[in-house]
């Protein structure tokens, strides 16, 4: 009886202690234990729900110690009728203890199932949390957001704040589109693991980020700033990856902008009011990883010192770029990709030796400029070079044979070349590399005597010309034998197609590779 007494009142303390905290949980208007609490708890408490668990679990402990009392008072109690008991069953026949053994093992059988329905009860407690459970502990997220594994999307809803969100579960959030103008110093204190936050398009300035609110999130690897009335960089964690801040009203970089960013990949700074001035020679120093640099639509007439060595991509179009020096990339050894496009540059603007130093250079876009010819020493390893919508009508005897291993890709669209700007030579250097040569927009009466040379070229573009005739080894050569070109564009000419030779395009290895129509002189005649 006595081993029976004990196991029963175990289980109660056990089912009691159970009560208890499930009641604790409910006051503090959770389901179940919060996600991550036995796996959280001794580092990354968060304020005020902890302190809200930890004085409901003394509040449990004082009421279990309270009813340990009341339980030990009713076994002396028990133990006093136990005695009485005892006398009343010295006169018992052996026919009692039998029914009193049978009756002790339905007891302990009837225990038993009470104590797996318990275990039961308390693993259904340790379940992931569904959507309902985690906004228990947001303050109010609106309706429109979504929710889903370990995101939060409360993106173009309207809303004016952002609520006090507590979630360690959280890893991105996206509360762009938005009209948010300020934020709470502690805002982020519920989500130390995210990841990646999005805040463009919202109203935020410089008062609007406090000095700690983003340097706090010490797991935070992307972060989207874009659209707001930023003025300056606001602290930012050392583990962030990625960061845009275009659409701003930055107007300075300071030495100190980007402090502590050593993980810093990419980097956007579009469409601000930045200039070569304005931007310290050393505010690129911290960034010893970088890769790429977007430096668009600002106010740069020359290209900012101190580029970091670890740059891959620069583009730095749309500004009013009028000088390229020499020492400006002097530093730039792993550059792949450099973007001057739509800026104010004349060859003669351009430093003697100033891609000398580009060892690594193979895209070069210098479209939407003012040159007038083909700049000189350019990079060696170039594949590709874009110098669409410029002025240019001459093309320098052997501009490209020290490249190596040799051009893929000539873009030299809407230019102002004719027959004369070619020399004989013009193309040395790439007639075994180059895939690719687009001459479209511009004022050739003839197809340039070159073409003929390629051995590899793939598409020729020649149309909106004024091109009146096509040999016939004008764009196919007999000597030219295997040849992989598969597109030639001669439309918006003045050809006659009854008077193009049979055999002019005999090497193109599309059947529809030709195009033909239509041509100006048709145009007008209809």
Partial sequence: MEARRGRRGAWGKRRHAATVEATAYRLAGLARPLPGWRRYNTKQETGFLMAVLKELHAEMTRLMDQEKGGEEEEEDDDDDDDDDDDDEDDDSDDSDDSDDEEEEEEEEEEEEEEEEEQEEEEEEGTEPPTNQTRTSFTESLPEACQTLNEQISCRGIGMTHLPIITD???????????????????????????????????????????????????????????????????????????????????????????????NLLSLELEDNSLYEDSVSPLVFKPLEMVLKLRLVNNRFRSLPQGLPPSLQELVISDNQIEEVTEEVLSGSVHLSVLDLSHNLLHEHGIAYRAWTHLVALEALDLSYNRLTSIPMYLPRALRQLTLQHNTIGHIPANVFRHLRPGLGSLRLSHNALGDEGFERASFVGTYRSLAELLLDNNHLETVPRSIRQFKYLQLLRLDSNNIRLVSQWGVCHPRNSGSSLASVHLENNLLQEDKIPSKAFSCITHPQGVVLQPQQGHAQGQ
């Avoid at 709470?184 to 805040?199: I, M, V």
């Fill in 168 to 262: 360690l579960g959280v890893t991105k959030l996206d509360v762009a589109e938005n009209n948010i103008s300020h934020i709470a110093p502690r805002g982020f204190s519920g989500l130390p693991n995210l990841e990646t936050l999005d805040l463009s398009k919202n109203q935020l300035d410089d008062e609007s980020l406090s000095l700690d609110l983003l340097s706090n999130l010490t797991h935070l690897k992307k972060l989207n700033l874009d659209g707001n009335q930023l003025t300056m960089i606001p602290a930012l964690p050392s583990s962030l990856e990625e960061l845009k801040i275009n659409h701003n009203k930055l107007s300075t970089l300071t030495p100190h902008s980007f402090n502590g960013l050593v």
